[in-house]
């Protein structure tokens, strides 16, 4: 029943897509993709691969006694629950129009769902976990779903009219959840540091693309083509 309601629920979403120009889409992917919790976990992910530093990071961090760990599994999935929770109580403070209300807990759902599916993808790869237990540890849910909710949460920040330390709090919050949740697993075993900056920036990116490109207003774009222009870059603050 779950599954088939998330079905309905993206296809309700997918089918609005006429509604939007491919100018609109690149825009959104060229947001997702310049955004440094995009970009920037890429980065630090394929240098450590490069190197030894993930083996390295990872068996000083993987604690093989449960005893020693700093987070538990419990706090692992609670640190993933609050991430989420944030996201949705900033988006219910965004509009004031039910139907854009709606909207955006609809597509911000949605961001959510396909950050889970992304992970299913990723774990197509075999990729063994530094417990050797598994074989599928590229993906992870505790980090992907986390840092796009994170990410979700800047978006609805930033369409707020509050004081800017309150938001930097929220954000505080929002990206400390994220990130123990992430730890958690590596304390656990069941992903590599690398394995979780590649999840970030899954996540990230995901949550960013879906969320401009049926959220954000023109102005917000990060690219615009039009009859005039053949390229225009916009930055909003």
């Not at 396909?114 to 598994?134: K, L």
Request: negative net charge; contains cysteine; charged residues 20%.
């Amino acid at each position: 029943m779950i599954k088939s309601s998330v079905l309905v629920g993206i296809l309700l979403l997918l089918s609005g897509c006429s509604q939007h120009s491919w100018e609109r889409t690149k825009g959104a992917a060229y947001n997702a993709i310049s955004d440094p919790m995009t970009w920037a976990p890429v980065v630090v992910g394929a240098t450590m691969d490069s190197t030894s530093w993930d083996d390295d990071l990872t068996d000083s961090i993987y604690e093989k006694n449960e005893d020693d760990r700093t987070f538990s599994e419990d706090d692992a999935d609670s640190l993933r629950t609050l991430s989420t929770a944030i996201t949705y109580t900033t988006a219910a403070f965004v509009d004031e129009n039910l139907t854009t209300k709606t909207k955006r807990f609809t597509v911000q759902t949605a961001a959510l769902y396909a950050g889970r599916a992304a992970v299913t993808v990723m774990n197509n790869y075999e990729h063994s976990a530094p417990n050797g237990v598994y074989d599928d540890a590229l993906g992870s849910n505790h980090a992907v779903t986390p840092f796009a909710s994170a990410a979700l949460t800047r978006r609805n920040l930033d369409e707020i009219n509050i004081p800017t330390w309150t938001k930097y709090s929220i954000n505080t919050l929002s990206y400390a959840a994220a990130t123990g949740s992430a730890y958690q697993r590596v304390e656990q075993g069941l992903h590599s540091v690398s394995d979780q900056m590649y999840s970030i920036a899954a996540g990230n990116f995901i949550a960013l693309f879906i969320n401009d490109a049926f959220m954000a207003s023109d102005y917000q774009l990060g690219v615009e083509f039009n009859e005039d222009t053949k390229l225009t870059l916009s930055m909003s603050f």
